[in-house]
C-alpha cells in the first residue's frame, strides 16, 4: 500500500506513478495573518487536507505534489508574521514545480489554493503555458468558493470572508487543536463598519480595486467566527471535496 | 476647452490636470482574432471608446492616459494575426505607466480593460502595489461582464462569449465601419459541440482550466454574433459606462 | 478593398496579408510633454501618420502593426504628464510584437519610431536577434532625421531639435487641430543659452552625455516653433515618406 | 503554552515573537530522488525535524518559519519524481521569506537546509544581503555536515553519501515508517565502481566539477544504506541539534 | 608616484583618487573575430591603450577603472572564437561597475569603448541613469569616429570598417606583435561585392537594418589592411586622445 | 608559435584551437581592497598569471579565454575603490562567456577564481547547466586553497586570510612592483581581536554567517602580511599551478 504523497514515494515508485497517477494536485497555501483565533498556516493546512481527503477518494489516480507553503499576501503585510512572495515569484516557482513534473511525463496538474490571494498568479501561469506547451493541461481551484450554497446556508455576517464564519468553520473540523476557540473575535461585520473606499472595493460587479486588509479590519478578520462550528466546517470540507473528485473523474474521462 | 484625453493636452496642460482631474483612464486593448467578421482591435476599440464617453461625462474630473494596445492573448495564438505579450511584460507595461502617473502626483488610477484576458495579470498588479505604494489606489475594470444583466436579456446562445452575440453588438454600435457584417458567422453555440476537455473548462464553480482558442471554436467565435444589434451594442455600452461613471463618483467622494 | 492597418482586419485577412504584405510596419510614439504649444502625444501622432502614409504608397505590400504608444523618455521626467518606460521594457515590448509576428509568418519588421529616445533600445532589439533568429530581418527608421537637408532650409535656430522648428512644422501640416499656436514659445535657441555642461552635451564628435531637459531648456522646448509653417511640415513629411517607401521597395526586391 | 512554529501561532503571538524570540529557523529541503528505499522528501523531513528539536531546546528564543519543500536539485533530474528549482529561484524565495520576516523586525535568520545543493545559492543570498542590508545577520547551516566525525565512526563505504548510511540512518531515526527497509540497496560504493570523470568530480582539494547523478550512480545512491541503524540516526541528529543550539546561544549573546 | 590605474591602487590611494580624480575611465572592448590578421581581444587593446594615453595626459585628474573585455557581438557569432553578452547583460555589467563608483564617491564615468557593438547598449544605461540618478553624469565614447577625418585621408575602399584600414592601422601603431601581417588580407571591398540586402544595410541616411558579419563578408573584413600603416595608426590614435583628453577638461571645468 | 589566449588569436587560429585545445580557462578576479598594501586588482592578477602558467605547462592543449575583472565583493564594499557584481550578474556573465565557448564546440570550461568570493555564484552556474547542458564539463577551482598545506607551514597568524601572509606572498613572487611593501601592516591577527559575532562568523563546522570585512578587520586585512616572503609565494604558485595541470590531464584523460 503506497503513499498518494508523492513526496512519500521513492523514485522507482514515482516512476509507476506517472503511468498510474496522471493528475498531480499542489496544495498552495498562504502564510497570514488570520485574526487572533486562527494561525498563520489556516490556508497551507486546508489545502494540504483537502488535497489528502481528495486524493484518498481518487485512490491511486491521482498524488499530491511538494506544497508551496507561501502565497501572495501583501495586503497583509501590515499584521505580524505575514510573509508574502511577490506574484512572480510565487507564479515561478508554481511554474518550475510543474515544469519538473512536466518533464518526468506528467500533463495533468491541479493546484489546489487554500488562499484567494493566489488566484490571479495562478492564472498567469495558466495563460503563459498556453503559448508554449500546448498539450500540458494546467488547473488550478480554490476552497471554500466551491461551497459557496454551504456558506450561504450558514447565516453568515453581511461582511465576511478572511478569517470568518466559513474558515474557521473549516479549521474546527479540520485542525481544532489549532483554533485559539477563545480568542475569536467579530471583526468587520457590516458595511456600516467600513470607510467608504473600503466599502467601494467589496462591491460585486464593478471595477476592482484591491485594499490591505488594515483598511478592512482592525482585527484582520471579516465576519464573526464565533459562529463557526465544525459540523459547518465538515459540510463545507465535505463539498468542496466532492466537486473536485467529481472534476478530476471528468477529467481523466477526456 | 481643453481635451480630456492627456496625450493631447501639453505639459502645462497636464499640470493642472494633476490637481483638478484626479484619475487617470489608462484603456487596455488586445491584438487579436475575433472571428471571420471582426476587427483584430477590437477590444482596444472598445475600451478606448468607452473611456472617451466615461471621461465625457466626469467632465473634467478624469484624463485619459495612454493606451494599451496589445493584451495577454496566449489562447488565440493559432489564429493569425494575434499579437500576445506574456503576463509579465503586460503587467510590466500597466506598472511603468502607473509609475510615472504617480511620480507627477497622480493617486487613482483606472484601467479599463476591453480584453478579459488581461485580468489575471492587471490583478498582479494591484496586489503588488499593495506591499510598495500605500497612497496608490490601483483599480481596473472589465467591461461586458459589467453588463451582464443587459447581455442577459438579449436571447444569446447557450455557447457565448468571444466575437460573439455581446461583443459583435458593441461593434455595430460604436464602429460599424469596421464590421465585416457580411462575413459575420456562428461559431461554437453549444455544450454538444465541445470537446469533452473543452466542455469542462467552461463549467463554472469548478476548477479552472484555461484552453486554446483552437480546441473550444474552428472560427474563434462562440456564440452567434448574426444576433448582434447596434441597438443592443448600445445598451451595453451606456450601462457599461454608467457603472464606471458611478463608481468614479463614488471614488471620488471618498 | 481591406485596410492597411492590421487592427482593422480580421484574421482571415491577416492569414491572407502575411503571404502579400511581407512587411509591418509598426509605429512607436513617446508620451511626453513637448513644451507649451504641441500635445504629449505628438510623438505618437507623427509616426502613425507616416506609417498610413507609407502603406498607401506601398499599396499593400504592407501592413501596419499595433502602436508602441509609449517609448523612452526619462530626460522628460521633470515635466508633468510625461510617461516613460525603462530601456528594458520597451525592447520587451517590441521584441514580443515581433515574436507573434514571426510565429505568423512575417520575416520584415520596420519600426517607425516619431521619438530619437527609442533608437538606442531598438539598437539592442536588433543586436539581441541577431544571435537568436538568423531568417528575421528587423530594421527601424527615425522620422525626422531622414529629412535632413529639408530642415536645414526652413533657417533653424542655432539650437533647435525636441519641439522645435520641425517637429512643429509636421504638427502643422498633420495634426493642426492639436497645436497651441497662441503658446508657442521659444526655447533654448542659442549655444550661449546653455551651461557649459549642457553646451558640452550637445557637441557632436565627441563622447556623448545625456542630460536631462530640464538642464538644457526651461521650457522643454529647444528652438524657436513660431518659425514652424505647415508648408515646411509637408515638405519634411513627404521626404521622409519617400525615403521609407524607397527602402521598403528596395528590401522587398532583395 | 505557544507553539515554536510560527505558522501556528496567530498574528497577535507572531507579534510577540518577533520581541522574544529573535531567531527564526528556515527549514529548507528537496524533492528529489533518494534511491530505492527512501522517499523524495527525505530532506525536507529531516530539516524539520531537527528545527523541531532545535527550536524545543531554546525554549522560546526561536521560532521556525515556513519550510522551503523544493530545492536546487538539477543533478538528480534524471530520476522520476525529482522536482528541482533554479538556483536563482530557490535564492529569491529565501529573500522574500526572510524580506517579510525583516519587515516585521527581526535580525537573526537561519536557514536550516536537509539538502546540501541547497548552499550555493544560499551563499549568493547572504552576500548579496551584505550590500543592502548591513543590520541583518542571515545565517544558513546544512546538516549531515555538522557531525562528521560520527558520521566517520559509522563505518561507511570508501564511497558515500547522498541516501547512504549517514542519511538512512537519520530516517531511521526520525521517521521510519517512511523507509522502504526491503528496498534498501547499496549504490556505488568504491571508487572503481566509477568512471574516470565521476572519479575526479569527488576528488577533494581539487578543481569542482558538478555532474549529474546518472552519471555517478546507477540507482542513486552513495554508499550502502543497508549499513545503517536507528541507533547511528539518533547519534548524528543528537550532534546536529547540540551544535546548532550552541550556535543559537553564542549567537544570541553577541 | 602612484599608478593612473584604480586596479594597481590600494584602497587607501583609491580613497584619495575619490576627492583628487573626479573622473574614471572604463575601458570597453570586445571578443570577436578581426579576419585573419588582427586577435580577438583587438577592440579591448585598443581601449585599454587608448585610455592609458589619456589618463597619463590628465596627469591624476582621471583614473582608470577595471576593463570590460567582453561586449555584445551577436553580428560575429558566426565565426569561431568570438564570445558576446547580450545587450542586457552589458549594460549590467556597466550599471553595476558604475553604481559601486558612484556608492564611493565618484559622478563623472567615461566609457571609452574599442567597439562600436557596444553604443547601443552604453545608450540604454544613460537614459536608464536620468530617471533614478540625477547627480550622476555617465558619458560614453567610441574611439575611431572621433577621428573620421583621418581615416577619410588615409584612402581607405569604398566599403571599410571592421578589421579594415583605421583598425589595423591603429594595431600596428599599439601592439604591432599582435598583427598577422603576413595574413592580413582584403575583405568586402566595394559595394558590388555586397548583396542587395548587404548593400541596403550599408546605406547611410536610411532606416537601419543590423546584419551578421557572415552576410558581409566572408573572411570578417570590411576594407583592406594591407594599406594600413603605423604612422597612420599613430595619427589616429593621437587625435582620439587628444578629443577625450580636451573633453575631459573642458567637463572638469564645468 | 601561436599564442595560448584565445584574445591573442585570429578567428582563424581559435576554429584551429576548438579542435586542438579542448579546455578554455577563464580567470575570474575581483576588484576589491587588499588593504593598505596590495593593489584592488590583486584577484585578478593572480588569476591571470596562474592560468597562463598552466596554459604553458598544458603546451597547446588549453587556450585561456577573456577574463572576468570584477567579481562579487559585497562585503568589502565599505573600502574605497571596491566594484562588486551582484551574484545574479556575476553569474549570469560566466554563463554567457560559456555559451559563446559551447557554441563554437568547446565542452570543457574551467573558471579559475582568484577570489573566493565568486564560489558560491559558480556553483550556482555549474548547477543550473545541469538541468540543460547535459554534455557540458563546467568545472571551477580557487587558488590559494588548493595549496592548504604550503600556507600552513608559512606560520600564519591565528587568523589569516584575506590580504594576509599566502595572498601577499603570491604577490611579492607574481607581481612585485605592484606591492607598497612600506605599507604592510598587520590587520586582525587573532580570535580575541574579533567582537564575538565575528568570532562566531570565523569558526569552522557551524552554520555559516557572512560579514562584511569592516566587521572583521579594521584596515581590511586578515594576518600580518609582514610575514610574507617571495620565495613562500612562489611555493603556493607552484604547488597550485602543478595541482591545476595535474586535473586537467586526468580531464583530458576520461
Redesign the interface.
Known amino acids: 500500500m503506497t503513499s498518494h504523497?508523492?513526496?512519500?514515494?521513492?523514485?522507482?515508485?514515482?516512476?509507476a506513478?506517472?503511468r498510474d497517477s496522471p493528475v498531480v494536485l499542489l496544495p498552495a497555501g498562504a502564510?497570514e495573518?488570520?485574526?487572533?483565533?486562527?494561525?498563520?498556516?489556516t490556508d497551507?493546512i486546508r489545502a494540504e487536507r483537502v488535497a489528502d481527503l481528495v486524493a484518498a477518494k481518487l485512490d491511486g489516480r491521482a498524488v499530491i505534489?511538494?506544497?508551496l507553503?507561501?502565497g501572495?499576501s501583501?495586503?497583509h503585510?501590515a499584521?505580524?508574521?505575514?510573509?508574502?512572495?511577490?506574484?512572480?515569484?510565487f507564479?515561478?516557482?508554481v511554474r518550475?514545480?510543474t515544469d519538473?513534473?512536466y518533464?518526468?511525463g506528467w500533463r495533468k496538474i491541479?493546484v489546489i489554493t487554500g488562499h484567494g490571494?493566489n488566484?490571479?498568479?495562478?492564472?498567469?501561469v495558466?495563460?503563459?503555458?498556453?503559448?508554449t506547451h500546448?498539450d500540458l493541461?494546467?488547473?488550478?481551484?480554490p476552497l471554500t468558493?466551491?461551497a459557496?450554497q454551504v456558506v450561504a446556508g450558514m447565516g453568515v455576517s453581511e461582511v465576511h470572508g478572511h478569517s470568518g464564519e466559513a474558515e474557521t468553520a473549516q479549521m474546527l473540523h479540520l485542525a481544532p487543536e489549532?483554533v485559539?476557540t477563545s480568542?475569536l473575535r467579530p471583526g468587520t461585520t457590516t458595511l456600516d463598519e467600513l470607510?467608504?473606499?473600503a466599502r467601494?472595493s467589496r462591491k460585486d460587479?464593478?471595477?476592482?480595486?484591491?485594499?490591505?486588509y488594515d483598511r478592512l479590519s482592525p482585527n484582520?478578520v471579516l465576519g464573526d467566527p464565533r459562529r463557526a462550528t465544525a459540523q459547518a466546517g465538515e459540510s463545507i470540507v465535505d463539498t468542496v471535496v466532492n466537486?473536485?473528485v467529481g472534476?478530476v473523474d471528468?477529467?481523466l474521462?477526456?
Chains 1, 2, 3, 4, 5, 6 share one sequence.
Open positions: 504523497r508523492l513526496g512519500e514515494l521513492t523514485t522507482e515508485q514515482a516512476a506513478a506517472v502564510f495573518q488570520h485574526g487572533p483565533g486562527l494561525p498563520m498556516a497551507l505534489g511538494p506544497s507553503p507561501v501572495v501583501p495586503h503585510l499584521f505580524a508574521g505575514t510573509i508574502s512572495l511577490s506574484t512572480t515569484t507564479a515561478t516557482l518550475e514545480y519538473s513534473l518533464r518526468h491541479l490571494g488566484n490571479a498568479a495562478l492564472g498567469t495558466a495563460q503563459d503555458y498556453l503559448a500546448p493541461e494546467f488547473a488550478w481551484t468558493a466551491l459557496g489549532l485559539r480568542h470607510s467608504p473606499l467601494l460587479g464593478h471595477p476592482k480595486l484591491a485594499l490591505r484582520g466537486r473536485i472534476y471528468d477529467w474521462a477526456t
